[in-house]
């Protein structure tokens, strides 16, 4: 795990200058959960989550488990990443809209890697769709300020066809992304793109 956690850490150095350090590490979280702590400016990613996530691949009888958790792992460091970011930039956002920003910058960040940013963006959102039958069924909106697991999976599968649609044809038509929604799709990769570009605007190297 530590070769994907330096290689995000990697990418957001040559994207962004921040004022403050942001320490990425990896740890036994006892069932917290990976996080962004603000005081502290620490992104923890739990190795937990990361046996969990390799279970789930391997019980859906994934070929390369081990590569699917790592990809979920890449994503997890940009969403947390994007919570990060909020918080350095000040951005003024509810709990659920911080969630879904958080998200967005994370399908940002893999889709600028191009081929395998998007392989590992299509990983993170298939263990959205295998974590959902326990992870929807025990969270509730005012609970979890996180959208739905299968929720946060289409989202991810609309901005991949929403940025490159002929690479990622094969999306559409399947169970989490309709046609009727793929056809909207770059409209809504173009305003999370210039979105968080434009929030990012102070920060960019």
């Known amino acids: 795990m530590g070769k994907v956690l330096e290689k995000g850490a990697a990418a957001l150095d040559t994207f962004l200058v921040l004022d403050r350090t942001v320490t990425v590490v990896g740890r036994s979280c006892h069932g917290q959960g990976s996080s962004y702590d603000a005081e502290s400016r620490r992104l923890e990613i739990c190795y937990d989550e990361v046996a969990e996530d390799r279970s789930l691949f391997q ?17 997890t460091v940009f969403h947390e990443a994007g919570h990060a970011l909020v918080d350095d930039l000040r951005l003024s956002l509810s709990d659920r809209n911080e969630e879904d ?7 940002l960040m893999l889709i600028r890697q191009g081929v395998e940013g998007e392989r590992q963006l299509r990983q993170a959102a298939r263990e959205y769709e295998l974590s959902a039958p326990t992870g929807d069924a025990s969270a509730t909106d005012d609970r979890d300020e996180h959208s739905s697991d299968l929720q946060r999976a289409a989202n991810h599968l609309c901005y991949l066809y929403g940025a490159s649609p002929t ?14 929604r793929a056809a909207g799709c770059g409209t809504e990769w173009a305003h999370v793109r210039s979105t968080w570009t434009r929030n990012l605007a102070p920060a960019l190297r």
């Open 59 to 75: 019980e859906a009888r994934d070929p390369r488990p081990d590569d699917a958790a790592t990809a979920v792992v890449a994503e």
């Open 167 to 180: 690479r990622n044809a094969d999306l559409v038509h399947t169970r989490y992304l309709s046609a009727r």
């Open 101 to 107: 920003a958080a998200d967005q910058f994370a399908a």
